[in-house]
């Protein structure tokens, strides 16, 4: 079983910057793919971006290309999701995935709020 924690969330104003981070413990995560997902008040979660195990496959929400960049350590066991030019609309909880059998393993998530 895998074990995911997120953490760099927090209060930013438009334009700023956060680094989101991943630490799994359990598994070594360099045998999955890692996605990154938000969840916005009142909607439904969605993919925000997605690397795969090597790391040379890499995938984008439309909304968040160009601004965002998921990377991972495998050394470390972490996977990041570098988060620039933000915007109101980019207010939610951050959860990170791994993906394995059917549902893979999700962590607590973390809050990024950005003001207007």
Same mark, same amino acid.
């Not at 991972?72 to 030019?85: C, I, P």
């Given at each position: ?6 953490? =760099? =969330?927090?209060?930013?104003?438009? *334009? ?7 630490? @799994?413990? *359990?598994?070594?995560?360099?045998? #999955?793919?890692?996605?990154? !997902?938000?969840?916005?008040? =009142?909607?439904?979660?969605? !993919? ?11 995938? #984008? ?6 601004? !965002? ?22 207010? @939610?909880?951050?959860?990170?995935? @791994?993906?394995?059998?059917? @549902? =893979? ?12």
């Amino acid at each position: 079983q895998v074990q995911l924690v997120e953490s =760099g =969330g927090g209060l930013v104003q438009t *334009g700023g910057s956060l680094r989101l981070s991943c630490a @799994a413990s *359990g598994r070594t995560v360099s045998n #999955y793919a890692m996605g990154w !997902f938000r969840q916005a008040p =009142g909607k439904e979660r969605e !993919f925000v971006a997605r690397i795969s195990r090597s790391g040379k496959s890499i995938y #984008y929400a439309d909304s968040v290309k160009g601004r !965002f960049t998921i990377s991972r350590d495998n050394a470390k066991n972490t996977v990041y999701l570098q988060m620039n030019s933000l915007k109101p609309e980019d207010t @939610a909880v951050y959860y990170c995935h @791994a993906e394995f059998g059917r @549902a =893979g393993a999700w962590g607590q998530g973390t809050q990024v709020t950005v003001s207007s």
